[in-house]
């Protein structure tokens, strides 16, 4: 994946998972178990329970060098995208 299809799978993840429309994803958000443990394991850098945007940016493209190093580490380059 390249940088503008990172960002579209940013915005994606966060209309689906921010069900609440405010400003982060959070406990109040009608999210699976499942996809609470995980997503705050992974992407809740900051530990508040709240994951912004921008720490869920990161974690998609945190999410995608992971793949990039178990499946393809010498084909594929890290990839480093800024959130816009």
Same mark, same amino acid.
Request: overall charge negative; charged content about 20%; aromatic content about 10%.
């Given at each position: 994946m390249n940088c503008p299809e990172l960002l579209a799978r940013t915005n994606e993840t966060w209309d689906a998972m921010n =069900?609440?429309?405010d400003m982060v994803?959070? @406990?109040g958000d009608n999210l699976t178990a499942e996809n609470k443990d995980w @997503?705050? =394991?992974?992407c809740?850098? =900051?530990k508040d329970e709240n994951i912004t945007i921008c720490e869920l940016?990161?974690?998609v493209i945190y999410v995608e060098n992971v793949?990039? @190093?178990e499946n393809c580490p010498h084909a594929f380059p890290q990839v480093k995208c800024e959130f816009e």
């Open positions: =069900t609440e429309g994803i959070n @406990l @997503l705050f =394991t992974v809740d850098s =900051t940016h990161e974690c793949w990039r @190093l």
